[in-house]
């Protein structure tokens, strides 16, 4: 199994500029999240994908980020416009059930914005 | 605010030896989990305890679970350099178990 798989793994943009981070969970497994890891803030999750529908968005900050799951193997998390804030990285996780399971991460995409 | 807060922040120790690393948390919980991450990468699941379980071992690993204190503890055993990293308790609370809290981290130096 390859295991989650995000690209890119390091996005340097422009302040203004749409960002698009990508992910492709483990196959079979029905649930999807992403995070963001920062020092001052740790680890917050965004959103919270079930069976390809958002269940929980409480968690994304503005309305300049948005996240699809048009299929079971694949998300997209966007940032538009981007601000130097965002800078951080961000993790696609998935698991199989819900809660109860362990979450599979991947190795992040690294976004810094100047 | 975090849900879990892991104590202490930072440990060095010596190959080994043990480490233990402590995890506080404060809503009532369906299971606790640990995790761990190496340098430039994602988080990899260790172990998960639920709240019925008071200890669960794996490996050189043992994870104890006080619900009644809201706290977690893990221990590495006969540490190796490899284990160095640092070490995430996440919480799953009851009324939404899907959304993993997870705590600020233990950063884990083990020097050989």
């Known amino acids: 199994d390859a295991g989650v798989i995000q690209s890119p793994r390091h996005e340097v943009t422009e302040m203004g500029q749409e960002v698009t981070l990508r992910c492709k969970p483990i196959?079979?497994?029905?649930?999807l999240f992403w995070y963001r890891q920062t020092m001052m803030r740790g680890l917050e999750l965004l959103i919270y994908?079930?069976?390809?529908?958002?269940?929980?968005d409480s968690g994304m900050p503005e309305d300049r980020f948005s996240a699809k799951m048009p299929n079971a193997s694949f998300s997209t998390l966007k940032i538009q416009p981007s601000e130097p804030r965002d800078s951080a990285v961000y993790f696609c996780?998935?698991?199989?059930?819900?809660?109860?399971?362990?979450?599979?991460f991947g190795n992040g995409t690294r976004l810094t914005v100047t | 605010s975090q849900q879990g807060e892991e104590d202490p922040q930072a440990l060095s120790i010596q190959e080994g030896e043990n480490a233990t690393m402590n995890c506080s948390y404060k809503?009532?919980?369906?299971?606790l989990q640990w995790y761990r991450q190496n340098s430039g990468r994602g988080l990899v699941h260790l172990i998960l305890?639920?709240?019925?379980?008071r200890e669960k071992h794996s490996g050189r690993l043992r994870v104890t679970l006080d619900t009644s204190k809201k706290s977690s503890s893990l221990l590495i055993t006969a540490s190796r350099a490899a284990d160095t990293a640092s070490y995430f308790c996440?919480?799953?609370?009851?009324?939404?178990?899907?959304?993993?809290?997870f705590g600020s981290g233990t950063r884990l130096l083990v020097r050989p």
């Open positions: 996780a998935s698991s199989l059930g819900q809660g109860v399971a362990p979450l599979h």
């Open positions: 305890i639920r709240s019925n379980e």
């Open positions: 994908f079930n069976n390809n529908v958002p269940i929980d």
């Open positions: 196959s079979g497994h029905n649930s």
């Open positions: 996440a919480t799953a609370p009851l009324d939404s178990s899907y959304k993993l809290i």
């Open positions: 809503t009532s919980i369906n299971n």
